[in-house]
C-alpha cells in the first residue's frame, strides 16, 4: 500500500526537539541561537518563504531578525550589511533571501557570508567540505530528505537511485548523499536521452527539475520510492510539484506531496544547522578561554 511521507508532520516534530535543546542550551549557557534573514525587494514568493522561516526560528526559540531593504539597495551596501552580521556573534546564522535584482551578483552576495554562519550551505569553504567528506554546512534541501528517508525507514543501500536536475542546491548535493549512504547514483536533466526508460529502473526517484507534472507514471517502476522537491502552479493556478502526483501515488511505495513533503523539511534542517552553528561557536568560545 503507498505511503504519503509527510513533511509537515516530521518537521512538526523535528522542531519540537530542537526548541528542547535551544531551552536547554540557553538555561546553560546563557546563549540562544541567532538567525538573521534579509530580504531585497518586495518579492511576493520570497516574503512567503521568509514569513516561514522568521516563524519557525521563533518556535524553536531562536534570536530571529528579518532585515528588509529596498531593491534598489546597491550590491556594495548589500555586502556591508552581510559583514555587519558576520562580525556580530550574536547572529549564528545568516539567509539572504534568493532571488536577488538582476544588478546584483548573486554569487558575490552568497560568497560574502562567513562559512560559520552559512547556514544554507552555498559558500565554496562548505561546499568544498562536504564534497571532500567533511561536512559543516549542507544544502538543507537534500539534508531534509535524507531526514525523510530515516524516518520512513527507506533502506538506500545497494539501491538505484536516480536524480532528475543538476543544481547545486538540490541536485548534486542530493546525489552526494545518496553516494554517501551507499547507493548507486545516476543524476540526469531535462537533456537527458530516454530519461523515462532510465527513470524506470531507479528504486529510489528524486526529481527537482522546476517543471510542472514533469514526471508521469511511465518515468516510474513498480513501488519505488518517489520524492518531489517541485513547487510549481498547474493550468489552474493551484500549487502542484515535478511529479504529477495524482498518477504516480498509485504506483510508488512512498511519495511526497506538495505542498507538505520536502518545503516544511528544508526550512527545519535550515534552524537544525543554525542550532549547530550556535554550539560550534560557544565550543571555540570555551577552547579561547582555556587556551593559556
Not at 164 to 172: A, T
Request: aromatic share 6%; glycine share 8%.
Amino acid at each position: 500500500m503507498v505511503a504519503v511521507m509527510d513533511g509537515k508532520a516530521l518537521a512538526a516534530k523535528m522542531q519540537g526537539r530542537l526548541a528542547e535543546k535551544t531551552a536547554k542550551l540557553k538555561a546553560e549557557t546563557g546563549e540562544e541561537p541567532g538567525l538573521v534573514v534579509i530580504l531585497v525587494g518586495e518579492n511576493p514568493a520570497s516574503q512567503v518563504y521568509v514569513r516561514n522561516k522568521e516563524r519557525s526560528a521563533l518556535a524553536a526559540g531562536f534570536r530571529s531578525e528579518v532585515v528588509r531593504v529596498r531593491e534598489s539597495i546597491s550590491e556594495e551596501e548589500l555586502l556591508q550589511l552581510i559583514d555587519k552580521y558576520n562580525q556580530d556573534p550574536a547572529w549564528h546564522g545568516i539567509l539572504v533571501q534568493l532571488p536577488l535584482p538582476d544588478h546584483i551578483d548573486e554569487e558575490n552576495v552568497l560568497f560574502a557570508i562567513s562559512p560559520e554562519k552559512d547556514v544554507d550551505g552555498f559558500h565554496p569553504t562548505n561546499m568544498g567540505k562536504f564534497w571532500s567528506g567533511h561536512p559543516m554546512m549542507i544544502p538543507s534541501t537534500p539534508a531534509g530528505i535524507m531526514e525523510m528517508f530515516k524516518e520512513y525507514g527507506v533502506e538506500l543501500e545497494g539501491k538505484n537511485a536516480l536524480v532528475i536536475g543538476r543544481s547545486n542546491i538540490v541536485g548534486k548535493p542530493m546525489a552526494q548523499l545518496l553516494l554517501d549512504a551507499n547507493a548507486t547514483v545516476t543524476i540526469a536533466h531535462s537533456r537527458t536521452k530516454h530519461l523515462a526508460e532510465l527513470a524506470r529502473r531507479a528504486d529510489i526517484l528524486v526529481v527537482a527539475i522546476g517543471r510542472a507534472k514533469f514526471v508521469t507514471a511511465d518515468f516510474v517502476k513498480e513501488g519505488a520510492v518517489v520524492i518531489d522537491v517541485g513547487m510549481n502552479r498547474d493550468e489552474n493556478g493551484k500549487l502542484c510539484g515535478d511529479v504529477d502526483f495524482a498518477a504516480v501515488e498509485p504506483i510508488a511505495s512512498l511519495i511526497t506531496p506538495v505542498p507538505g513533503g520536502v518545503g516544511p523539511m528544508t526550512i527545519t534542517m535550515l534552524m537544525e544547522q543554525t542550532y549547530q552553528a550556535c554550539e560550534r561557536f560557544l565550543a571555540l568560545q570555551a577552547q579561547e578561554l582555556n587556551q593559556p
